[in-house]
């Protein structure tokens, strides 16, 4: 089969962690897969902790983004849920084992496989030795298995969904999983991608919302969104007066930071899940504050594709779209300098126009 000769950005090698235009590879649509025209891709947190090696398991050369939106150009011959011209999404996954108990209930992101579920960009999940990889959405296409494909809604606004696929995900799950329902309080720690769907996904649910921050500058933008209460957590008085508080507090801060802080915010059988981090926290548990009201501290990561699907409709349904910046591809590095810095409100996202225009 002839590859499809394909303009992108990407980081080279561990020495050089900047990104730069490069040329990929890509295949025709197989019998069961889209082939995708990107049009907009979402810059999220972990391709530049990708891009730099933060986790220590990067494949380079290395093309990042995950949170992507296009228009279908070609579809396999048993393609039956999409057409050449749909509005698609890919996020974080592009395959799974499909046979093990978490893919057979659509938790595919808990793959349980041997290599585990295969990732958008930087190859499996569990590395096999093969030297498999795979690249993402810093791209101008994408060829997907149908079933790793997306519908974006027509209510969506194409320019603003792409986080929806990984910030939208992420959040949502956790909410579901641990039933939110009207009522509810729920603190979200963290106002950056993560944290601003939370706080909107979680509104639309019923809940009763704080935002933990150590800045006084998100307050604005925290009650703009929607939280009903925004608490520095430096702040020791506030923090002592919003104990026993929380039924669930989610977790958004992608850095090492101090988790026993928050478990003493919540109420009886609280929790808090952290899905910022991919890491330890900065202490130990106090296993003290967690047995005395019987607290847990749990983790999660992204979703199933079902569960991706039924965001982008109640993103849909209830007017929810991420806050972002359009930015141009050559103009990643800057974004990813100002990301580090935290002076992006809330994600930015790459018109791929950019790169289809670029000369190579």
Not at 27 to 41: M, Q, R, S, T
Not at 80 to 107: L, R, W, Y
Not at 192 to 207: E, I, R, S, T, Y
Request: negative net charge.
């Amino acid at each position: 089969m002839e590859s499809i000769k394909t303009k992108a950005y990407g980081a080279k090698g561990s020495i050089r962690s900047s990104l730069g235009p490069m040329e990929i590879e890509r295949f025709p649509a197989k019998a069961d897969e889209v082939h995708i025209d990107i049009l907009y891709c979402g810059v999220c947190h972990s391709d530049l902790h990708q891009v730099k090696n933060d986790w220590h398991n990067t494949v380079y050369p290395c093309v990042p983004g995950h949170e992507i939106v296009g228009r279908v150009t070609e579809v396999g011959s048993s393609v039956t849920k999409f057409k050449a011209g749909d509005i698609v999404g890919v996020g974080c996954m592009i395959n799974s084992c499909g046979q093990c108990q978490p893919c057979q209930h659509g938790e595919e992101n808990y793959c349980q496989g041997p290599v585990s579920w295969t990732a958008t960009y930087n190859g499996y999940m569990k590395p096999d030795g093969s030297g498999y990889n795979t690249f993402g959405g810093y791209s101008t296409n994408i060829t997907v298995k149908e079933s790793f494909v997306l519908r974006i809604p027509d209510k969506l606004d194409i320019k603003a969904a792409a986080p929806i696929l990984c910030a939208g995900i992420t959040t949502y799950s956790p909410l579901r999983h641990w039933k939110v329902k009207p009522g509810d309080s729920v603190a979200v720690a963290g106002l950056g991608g993560l944290g601003h769907m939370a706080v909107q996904l979680a509104k639309a649910m019923g809940a009763q919302v704080a935002v933990l921050t150590t800045s006084q500058d998100k307050r604005e933008a925290a009650e703009a969104l929607g939280a009903h209460q925004v608490i520095i957590t430096t702040d020791s008085k506030a923090m002592k007066q919003n104990e026993l508080m929380f039924d669930l507090i989610l977790a958004t801060i992608p850095d090492e930071f101090e988790v026993n802080e928050y478990v003493s915010l919540l109420k009886l059988n609280g929790t808090v899940v952290t899905v910022g981090l991919l890491g330890s926290y900065k202490k130990p548990l106090d296993n003290m504050e967690m047995a005395k009201s019987r607290r847990s501290v749990a983790g999660s990561i992204i979703g199933g594709i079902a569960e991706t699907q039924e965001v982008l409709d109640f993103c849909a349904d209830h007017n929810i779209l991420p806050e972002v910046e359009m930015i141009r591809m050559q103009d990643i590095n800057k974004a990813f300098d100002k990301m580090m810095d935290k002076e992006v409100r809330f994600r930015y996202v790459i018109d791929m126009q950019s790169l289809k225009e670029e000369e190579v």
